[in-house]
C-alpha cells in the first residue's frame, strides 16, 4: 500500500468518526429543544396559577394588613426618637 492510499484511509476514517460525532450532536440537540418545549410550555402553566398576595386577600384584610404595618412603623418610629 502506497503512503497516498494510507492517508486517504485514515483521512476517511476520521471523516466517519467526524460525521458520528456530528449525528451524536445533532440527536443531543433535538432531545435538548424537546425538553426546552417541555420546560417553557411548565413555565406558561406555572405563570397561569401565580396570583400576587394582594389579589388573593379581600379588601377588609388589605386594610387590616395596612392598619398593622402603620402601627408597627409608628411603634418603630417612636422607639427610634427615644433613643
Not at 503512503?3 to 476517511?12: A, D, L, N, P
Not at 458520528?20 to 417553557?40: C, F, G, N, P, S
Request: proline residues 0%; without cysteine.
Amino acid at each position: 500500500m502506497n503512503v497516498t492510499s494510507e492517508h486517504t484511509e485514515r483521512f476517511k476514517e476520521l471523516l466517519e468518526e467526524v460525521y458520528t460525532e456530528v449525528d451524536l450532536l445533532k440527536k443531543h440537540l433535538k432531545e435538548a429543544k424537546r425538553e426546552q418545549l417541555h420546560l417553557i410550555k411548565k413555565l406558561g402553566e406555572e405563570r397561569g396559577k401565580q396570583t400576587d398576595i394582594f389579589s388573593a386577600i379581600s379588601e377588609s384584610e388589605r386594610l387590616a394588613m395596612r392598619q398593622q404595618i402603620t402601627s408597627m412603623i409608628h411603634k418603630i418610629d417612636r422607639h427610634l426618637e427615644g433613643n
